[in-house]
C-alpha cells in the first residue's frame, strides 16, 4: 500500500476519497477514487466509489451510465501519473484512444452506488529521457468480485513548453471563450437526459448533423476551466447523438472505440454527425459518431448500444462467474 493511500469504507457516508488536486478536479464532491496501491512495477489496484445518486452522470435509463464509468478510469490517469510516475502537476495530459466495453449484466444492475476496483495493466511506458511521455493501460472495472467492464486507452504526457507549442497560442484558459452556444430545443428524454441544461446538441436541417453545444459554466463538464473542449464532452455528444437516432427507444452505450486525432476548440463550429453501422455478431445496434471542424475530423468513435429495460426495484442482480485477476510473473 502505498504510504499516503486512504482506503475505502463501504459505507457511502464514510468513504474517504484521494485528495481532489491527484484527479484534477475543483469540486472534492466530484472525486470518485480512494485508494491506490501498486501490485508489481507497472500494475495497479484503484480503488472507488460511486454514488447512489449523481446530478449528471445519468442516462435516466440505466443505473451504469458509461460516462460515469469513463469519469471514473479519467481519474485514474493523473492519480497514476502523479504517485506512480512522479509527473509533475503542471504537465498536461492528453488523450489519444480509448475503449470501453460494459458486461452484459450491467443493464440488469439495479444499484451502481458502493465500492469498485479497477485493476490497471500500464501495458506501454513511453519515456522522453527521464520523464513519462506516454501510457497505454488495460484496465478491467470489478464490483462485488464481478467485473462490470473493460477498457484500454493510451494518452500522451505533454510538459508545459510542449503543450503551449502544440496549442499554437491557445493554451491560455483565461482567455479561452467559446462561440455563443447554438440553440437547445431537442426534448431531453429523446436523447436520455433529464434537463436541457445537459444537452450538448443543437440540431441542424440535417436530421444526422446536429451542433456542438459548448457550455463552460457546466458544474461537471467544466470542472476546472480548460482552453478547449474536454474529452468527456465528446464522448456526451457522440452518446447523445446516437440514441437521437432512436429518440423512442432508450439505449445503453454498451462500448465505445474513441479516437482523439485534434483539439475541438471554441471559437468554431463544431459539428457532430451520426450514421448508423451493421449490427456487430452480436447483434448490436452500432452507430459512427464524428465531430468536425472547418472540415476537418477531429474525434470519431463507434458506439454499440443495446435497448435499456426497465427493470423493477427488486430486480435480481442475475448470476455470473466471479473476477480472478490472472496471475503473472512480477517483472
Known amino acids: 500500500m502505498h504510504r499516503n493511500a486512504v482506503r475505502a469504507d463501504p459505507a457511502p457516508r464514510s468513504a474517504t476519497f484521494v485528495p481532489k488536486k491527484l484527479v484534477h478536479k475543483t469540486n472534492s464532491a466530484e472525486v470518485l477514487l480512494t485508494d491506490w496501491q501498486r501490485i508489481r512495477a507497472n500494475a495497479f489496484i484503484i480503488s472507488a466509489h460511486w454514488p447512489m445518486t449523481h446530478s449528471f452522470y445519468t442516462t435516466g435509463h440505466s443505473p451504469v451510465d458509461p460516462l460515469l464509468l469513463t469519469e471514473t478510469i479519467r481519474q485514474m490517469f493523473p492519480l497514476l501519473c502523479h504517485t506512480a510516475y512522479d509527473v509533475p502537476f503542471d504537465h498536461h495530459l492528453l488523450w489519444e484512444h480509448y475503449r470501453y466495453e460494459l458486461a452484459s449484466h450491467a443493464t440488469q444492475i439495479?444499484?451502481?452506488?458502493?465500492?469498485?476496483?479497477?485493476?490497471?495493466?500500464?501495458?506501454?511506458?513511453?519515456?522522453?529521457?527521464?520523464?513519462?511521455?506516454?501510457?497505454?493501460?488495460?484496465?478491467?472495472?470489478?464490483?462485488?468480485?464481478?467485473?462490470?467492464?473493460?477498457?484500454?486507452?493510451?494518452?500522451?504526457?505533454?510538459?508545459?513548453?510542449?503543450?503551449?507549442?502544440?496549442?499554437?497560442?491557445?493554451?491560455?484558459?483565461?482567455?479561452?471563450?467559446?462561440?455563443?452556444?447554438?440553440?437547445?430545443?431537442?426534448?431531453?428524454?429523446?436523447?436520455g437526459r433529464r434537463t436541457r441544461g445537459d444537452i450538448v446538441l443543437s440540431p441542424s436541417d440535417d436530421p444526422l448533423r446536429w451542433g456542438l453545444r459548448i457550455d463552460t459554466a457546466h458544474p461537471?463538464?467544466?470542472?476546472?476551466?480548460?482552453?478547449?473542449?474536454?474529452?468527456?464532452?465528446?464522448?456526451?455528444?457522440?452518446?447523445?447523438?446516437?440514441?437521437?437516432?432512436?429518440?423512442?427507444?432508450?439505449?445503453?452505450?454498451?462500448?465505445?472505440?474513441?479516437?482523439?486525432?485534434?483539439?475541438?476548440?471554441?471559437?468554431?463550429?463544431?459539428?457532430?454527425?451520426?450514421?448508423?453501422?451493421?449490427?456487430?455478431p452480436l447483434g448490436r445496434d452500432r452507430v459512427a459518431v464524428t465531430l468536425t471542424q472547418d472540415g476537418t475530423e477531429h474525434y470519431a468513435t463507434t458506439v454499440t448500444l443495446t435497448p435499456t429495460p426497465a427493470l423493477p426495484h427488486d430486480a435480481p442482480q442475475g448470476s455470473w462467474a466471479p473476477f480472478r485477476p490472472a496471475v503473472t510473473t512480477a517483472p
Open 220 to 280: 461537471i463538464l467544466f470542472d476546472h476551466p480548460l482552453d478547449h473542449a474536454p474529452g468527456i464532452l465528446l464522448l456526451e455528444a457522440a452518446r447523445q447523438a446516437a440514441q437521437a437516432l432512436t429518440p423512442t427507444r432508450p439505449m445503453t452505450a454498451m462500448a465505445m472505440e474513441n479516437t482523439f486525432s485534434r483539439y475541438v476548440e471554441y471559437d468554431t463550429p463544431c459539428w457532430v454527425e451520426a450514421h448508423p453501422l451493421p449490427s456487430d
Open 110 to 191: 439495479t444499484d451502481r452506488s458502493g465500492p469498485l476496483n479497477l485493476h490497471v495493466e500500464c501495458r506501454e511506458t513511453v519515456r522522453r529521457g527521464t520523464r513519462l511521455a506516454a501510457l497505454s493501460l488495460a484496465v478491467t472495472v470489478v464490483r462485488h468480485d464481478v467485473p462490470l467492464a473493460t477498457a484500454d486507452t493510451r494518452f500522451t504526457v505533454q510538459p508545459p513548453a510542449v503543450y503551449r507549442r502544440l496549442r499554437a497560442g491557445r493554451s491560455d484558459a483565461a482567455l479561452a471563450a467559446p462561440t455563443p452556444a447554438h440553440s437547445c430545443p431537442i426534448a431531453p428524454r429523446d436523447i
